[in-house]
């Protein structure tokens, strides 16, 4: 995945020609000063773009941005007063991610020295709420972090922010191969992807299950061994069956291949659209997945795209994330959890210990027996995210959930497995998922937090529920009442 240093936010500092020259000199020294102390401690980079004192400028530099693919978003700040009628034509042709940073250069009053020079330098507490006016008066979708710059705070929710907006301006660009269609009859897989491409930019497409076919007959058999050795060091292969784990391996090279020619960041496949194939791709997804790709399964377009977002939002954070389908609950009474897994497609990305590649029967799709990676899930905090069409909207639903390792052994279950409960306890959770229609493929991860999604939804302009410690179900009715209205 890239690296989110290649993601570039533009600091912009607000004022205007009031204050004269020396102030002005002042307000450009402090916000570069911020800039270079900040720059370091946030998880994308940090630019200074200057000192905006004139509508000209803020119109100029906020068209660069939007430009600009290496700029994933901007920050303002206003270090003085800076009119908001001057920043009317700018934001409005705004297309990249806002966040309003309202903090103040000082951290503390000069009790002793404070006079009218440092009130006119200082005036973040009233520049900022002009700046925040023109922002609530445009509606513009934007996140404001309050409190002392140099704060780890400030600088991790900064951080996570820019996480969120990368998540986004990831998307503009993202391709989604479909090798098959929706599975038959199943209704939440399903969607407008003509709004989807609207809301996140996602391109959906589709190429045929006998493009993969073609390009899996031109496979190697040394790159098919070059990719065997690199398993036999990274997994522990107890199967005999070695024919089973290279097909596999044929498989994941040739979806590589038409990925790396194509610029695919995400593949779908169907277990009933097989044609061609001789085993439902397992290992070749799991190692997919593990490479940052997104997934989804059984025509889940929509699941696969946002594996892809969050995957490209979670660069350099430890945790891991993958596709998983809530599967089987343990409903023993007041210790009740979810067993998540699928037919074969998780992501070792989030494995506790041991990964063993196996090969086993499938049980449904009527192929050959598929080589698959087994393993247990970690522990930790973590998050489940779905993403379903409202008819008209798209609904973006995140759970928190509390990971544990699996609570016995399960040595018949030849797929991966985790088990979770979620917040704010078990009937409460599954209760609201599926009110709020939440689907049962979903992305998990150790990684993103459902404050990161609540502003990717904000940037791309969907709702959001959120289910966590403080939901209830009452409220959450009530909110999904309001929302129907809202985003008729
Ligand atoms: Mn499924």
């Not at 190697?220 to 690199?230: H, Y």
Request: hydrophobic share 40%.
């Amino acid at each position: 995945m890239k690296d989110l240093k290649q993601y570039e936010f533009w600091f912009i500092t607000g004022s205007q020609h009031l204050y004269g020259e020396e102030t002005l000199r002042r307000v450009a020294e402090d916000s570069r000063a911020m800039v270079k102390a900040m720059g370091g401690r946030v998880s994308g980079t940090l630019v200074y773009k200057g000192v905006v004192k004139t509508p000209d400028e803020i119109t100029a530099i906020i068209k660069e941005a939007n430009y600009r693919d290496e700029c994933a978003g901007i920050i303002t700040w206003m270090h003085t007063f800076s009119p908001s009628k001057m920043w009317i034509n700018g934001l409005k042709i705004l297309h990249k991610p806002m966040l309003h940073l309202h903090t103040q250069f000082n951290r503390e009053i000069p009790f002793g020295e404070i006079d009218m020079d440092f009130m006119n330098l200082n005036q973040s507490a009233h520049g900022d709420r002009e700046h925040g006016f023109i922002g609530a008066r445009l509606r513009l979708p934007r996140k404001v972090v309050v409190g002392y710059w140099d704060d780890a705070k400030v600088l991790g929710e900064v951080s996570d922010w820019m996480r969120s907006a990368v998540g986004f301006i990831a998307g503009q660009s993202l391709k989604v191969v479909r090798f098959a269609d929706n599975m038959r009859e199943v209704a939440v897989t399903e969607g407008d992807k003509v709004e989807a491409q609207i809301k996140f930019g996602w391109a959906i497409n589709s190429l045929s299950m006998g493009d993969l076919v073609q390009e899996m007959d031109g496979v190697g058999e040394s790159d098919i061994e070059a990719v065997f050795e690199e398993c036999k060091q990274k997994y522990d292969i107890v199967t005999a069956n070695v024919d089973a784990v290279k097909y596999q391996i044929k498989i994941e090279i040739a979806m590589r291949n038409l990925c790396e020619k194509n610029g695919f960041g995400a593949v779908v496949t169907n277990f009933e659209n097989l044609c061609g194939l001789e085993q439902l791709p397992g290992l070749a997804i799991q190692r997919l997945m593990e490479a940052g790709y997104g997934f989804g399964a059984e025509g889940d377009w929509k699941t696969a795209a946002l594996l892809r977002v969050m995957k490209s939002m979670e660069a350099g954070l430890p945790g891991g994330t993958s596709f998983m389908e809530d599967y089987t609950y343990h409903l023993a009474e007041g210790k009740e959890l979810i067993l998540g897994a699928h037919m074969l497609e998780v992501d070792p990305s989030i494995a506790d210990g041991t990964v063993k590649i196996d090969v086993q029967p499938l049980g449904i799709g009527g192929k050959g027996d598929p080589a698959r990676m087994i393993f247990d899930g970690k522990e930790g905090d973590a998050i489940c995210a779905s993403l379903i069409d409202m008819g008209g909207r798209m609904r973006l639903i995140v759970a928190d959930v509390k990971a544990v390792k699996p609570i016995r052994d399960m040595p018949k279950l030849p797929v991966a497995r985790v088990m979770w409960s979620p917040l704010p306890d078990f009937e409460t959770g599954a209760k609201a998922w599926i009110y709020a229609g939440g689907a049962h493929h979903a992305v998990m991860s150790y990684s993103i937090t459902a404050d990161m999604m609540r502003d990717y939804a904000e940037i791309a302009g969907i709702e959001y529920v959120h289910i966590g410690a403080e939901t209830r179900i009452e409220d959450l009715k009530r909110d999904l009442i309001l929302s129907d209205l809202l985003w008729k």
